[in-house]
């Protein structure tokens, strides 16, 4: 049974960084492709970005230029930079591996930006 563990988020002033990672187990991580979304109180889940198995990378247009998505198939684990931190990137982050007829979800990460 595929796991997936998010760590990293936190509370983070303006312009901060902060880098989230997601540990999968359970699976050949390598042929699968990872998404990051987030979901604001009140506000519908949204991707934030995708890395396929091969390493095509795709973003939403909020995040573009500040945030990177990265993964290490060596360490089953999917990265998320997020550089340059504003108060609307507040959100719960959770990480999504799927493919090949598999679509889970991990838990969440609160990501809080305020000063």
């Known amino acids: 049974q595929v796991q997936l563990v998010e760590s990293g988020g936190g509370l983070v002033q303006p312009g901060g960084s902060l880098r989230l990672s997601c540990a999968a187990s359970?699976?050949?991580?390598?042929?699968?492709?990872m998404g990051w979304y987030r979901q604001a109180p009140g506000k519908q889940r949204d991707l934030v970005a995708s890395?396929?198995?091969?390493?095509?990378?795709n973003y939403a247009d909020s995040v573009k230029g500040r945030f990177t998505i990265s993964r290490d198939n060596a360490k089953s684990t999917v990265y998320l930079q997020m550089n340059s931190l504003k108060p609307e990137d507040t959100a719960v982050y959770s990480c999504?591996?799927?493919?090949?007829?598999?679509?889970?979800w991990g838990q969440g990460t609160q990501v809080t930006v305020s000063s």
């Open positions: 999504r591996i799927y493919g090949f007829s598999t679509n889970e």
């Open positions: 890395i396929s198995s091969g390493g095509l990378t």
């Open positions: 359970g699976t050949i991580f390598s042929i699968y492709n």
